[in-house]
């Protein structure tokens, strides 16, 4: 059975969250959505950013507003 379906859906959301302005860190171990303190509540109501977490495991991380 192939997965292809699950496949594109998950680079469809890549695009999506990009769009939104959020960056992805897409590494073999870990995949993270990096987010700034201002841009929460944003991500939080982020309908793709939420089922990245939920279906693809997917973790938030906020990042330092000095690296800005």
Do not use: C, W
């Not at 999506?16 to 995949?31: I, N, Y």
């Not at 201002?38 to 991380?61: C, F, I, P, T, W």
């Amino acid at each position: 059975m192939s997965n292809k379906g699950t496949y594109q859906r998950k680079y469809y959301l890549h695009r999506r969250v990009k769009k939104a302005g959020f960056s992805l860190q897409l590494e073999q171990t870990h995949k993270t959505i990096s987010v700034y303190p201002d841009e929460m509540d944003s991500a939080r109501e982020n309908k793709y950013v939420a089922e990245l977490q939920a279906k693809h495991n997917y973790g938030v991380q906020i990042l330092n507003p000095m690296m800005k």
